[in-house]
């Protein structure tokens, strides 16, 4: 046999050994990789959305959980003064302000009252709620006590120790067994421990009359001067409204105001805070008399008597930040949560 011949049908062998993948092949597995790509593709997708899902639900949770806690503090202690808020006695001699109309946070009669269209609301005034939504004012005592030491007569209240949360321009309730006095504080200072309640324009609204004993609402009464005795207390007042309003980012809001000392801190205005974002809805409705397990409840417009109303429902709407969240992808999560709140001092 040719040499030669030889190693050319080995190099064919090899040749033919070593050769590549057909088209067919290349396509099959083109294919195959294409389909691997596209499962895993998919799953991320899923996962993905699942993930947002779970986020704004989580979200939107979280946001009722802390619209419940923040709502229903202010809710169960509404009408307390600390002492006996049982009998109604209750003085307040707080100057009336604007111009003479009486302020709502100056009203202990109805300390809960509320407003199926917040719009109407007179606490809300400038504050931009949205119309058709409820809104809830809520008066109470609130915060540590301090203890009188000694009520000196004329308009001081000697305290038991030093405090250096007060201050003058707070609006405060001191409070017996007898009855409870709602005043602004005029002068306090820690070094002498006396809190003082005079009359006159040193503060704003000011007081119309150094007398606390009951009745003197308005300054009209002509009873004797009343004389707090030892152990007394004095609570920070607490004067809020819950409501919805529109934010900066043109959405919509869970606001509370509240009471605040503004300029030099010796006149009383009215605050709002934002609270909880992304509620776009608020329904509330009161129970009279009764408790919050029975009965029937009313809107605002149809209770008879707010010094009767004994437990507040409120139905909120929210929705996520979070947009194409829903099983769809194509909207944010939008959930409605309700809770039932007493008044802690109408239960039995």
């Not at 030892?230 to 900066?248: C, E, H, Q, R, T």
Request: glycine fraction near 10%; hydrophobic fraction near 35%.
């Amino acid at each position: 046999m040719n040499r030669h011949t030889g190693k050319s049908a080995a190099a064919s062998a090899r040749a033919r050994h070593q050769g590549g993948f057909t088209v067919v092949e290349l396509m099959i597995a083109m294919l195959l990789g294409l389909l691997i790509i596209a499962a895993v593709g998919s799953m991320f997708l899923a996962n993905q959305r699942s993930y947002r899902t779970n986020t704004a639900l989580s979200e939107v949770g979280d946001a009722a959980r802390i619209t419940f806690e923040l709502m229903a503090r202010d809710i169960r202690g509404a009408g307390l003064t600390g002492c006996n808020s049982a009998n109604g006695r209750v003085t307040n001699v707080l100057a009336n302000a604007n111009n003479g109309e009486s302020v709502w946070w100056a009203d202990w009669a109805n300390a809960i009252r509320g407003y199926d269209d917040a719009t109407k609301d007179p606490a809300l005034g400038g504050k931009d709620p949205v119309e058709n939504t409820s809104s809830l004012q809520l008066i109470s005592a609130t915060g540590s006590p301090l203890t009188i030491a000694k009520d000196t007569g004329g308009a001081n209240l000697k305290l038991d120790k030093p405090i250096f949360d007060l201050a003058s321009g707070d609006i405060v309730m001191a409070c017996s067994p007898d009855h409870a006095a709602i005043f602004q504080v005029t002068n306090y200072n820690s070094s002498n421990v006396t809190v003082v309640h005079n009359t006159g324009k040193k503060v704003s609204p000011g007081n119309c009359s150094k007398n606390l004993g009951y009745p003197n609402d308005n300054c009209t009464g002509n009873n004797p001067g009343y004389q707090f005795p030892p152990n007394s207390l004095i609570y920070k007042l607490s004067a809020v409204d819950w409501f919805i309003g529109k934010n900066n980012d043109g959405g919509k809001s869970l606001y509370r105001t509240a009471l605040v000392k503004k300029g030099s801190k010796t006149k009383i205005e009215v605050e709002k805070q934002e609270m909880v974002r992304d509620v776009t809805h608020m329904e509330i409705t009161y129970l009279e008399g009764g408790s919050s397990g029975s009965g029937s409840f009313q809107s605002a417009s149809g209770v008879a008597d707010w010094s009767n109303v004994t437990a507040v429902r409120v139905r909120l709407e929210l929705e996520s930040s979070l947009e194409r969240a829903d099983v769809d992808g194509d909207e944010p999560i939008r959930r409605e949560y309700a809770f039932t709140t007493t008044l802690r001092n109408r239960v039995q």
